[in-house]
C-alpha cells in the first residue's frame, strides 16, 4: 500500500513538473505578432541577426520576452523549447550554431524568424544582416543547407 503511494505521488510530482516546463511560455504574447512587426520593418536597418530577433520578441511583447547576448542559453532562460524543423510555423525563429557549442560564437551563424514553412527544408523568413549589411530582409532560406555548408547544427525555438 505504501509503496502505491509512494510510485502515485512521484508519478504526480512528474506530471506536475512537465507541466511546468511546457508551459513557462506567456500565455498573452503570441510570437505570430513578432514575425508581422519584423516583417513590417523590412528595407530598415535591423542591427546583427541574433540582437535584430532580441529586438523584436523585447517590442512585440512590451518587455516580457528579453534574449541577451546568449545564443542557445537566452532562448531556454526565457521558456522557448526547441522543436522539429519541419514544424515551424511563423513566429518560431531559426537558429545556426556552432555543432555542440550552442553559445560559442564562430562566423557563419545567423538567426531568423520564420514567416512561412514551405516544406522540404525551405522557410519565408525575415532577419537583419543576411548580406552583411544589416538591413532587414524578407527571403527565402534553407537552413539545413546552410548550416551543413558551414558545418554547424539547425536549432528551432518555439516561444
Not at 17 to 45: E, H, I
Not at 52 to 79: C, H, M, P, Q, T
Not at 137 to 148: D, E, I, K, L
Request: hydrophobic fraction near 40%; proline fraction near 3%.
Amino acid at each position: 500500500m505504501q509503496r502505491r503511494f509512494l510510485v502515485t505521488l512521484i508519478a504526480a510530482i512528474m506530471a506536475m513538473l512537465s507541466l511546468t516546463t511546457a508551459t513557462q511560455a506567456s500565455p498573452t504574447f503570441n510570437p505570430v505578432n513578432a514575425a508581422n512587426l519584423a516583417a513590417s520593418r523590412q528595407g530598415q536597418w535591423g542591427d546583427q541577426c541574433k540582437q535584430f530577433v532580441n529586438d523584436i520578441f523585447r517590442e512585440a511583447s512590451r518587455g516580457e520576452v528579453a534574449l541577451g547576448g546568449g545564443y542557445y542559453s537566452d532562448f531556454v532562460k526565457e521558456g522557448f523549447g526547441r522543436i522539429d524543423p519541419s514544424a515551424a510555423w511563423r513566429g518560431d525563429v531559426i537558429q545556426i550554431n556552432v555543432r555542440g557549442y550552442g553559445d560559442r560564437y564562430e562566423p557563419g551563424m545567423h538567426t531568423a524568424i520564420v514567416m512561412d514553412n514551405l516544406g522540404g527544408g525551405w522557410f519565408n523568413v525575415v532577419d537583419s544582416n543576411w548580406q552583411n549589411d544589416e538591413i532587414i530582409r524578407v527571403h527565402q532560406w534553407n537552413p539545413h543547407t546552410y548550416a551543413a555548408q558551414r558545418g554547424m547544427e539547425v536549432n528551432v525555438w518555439r516561444y
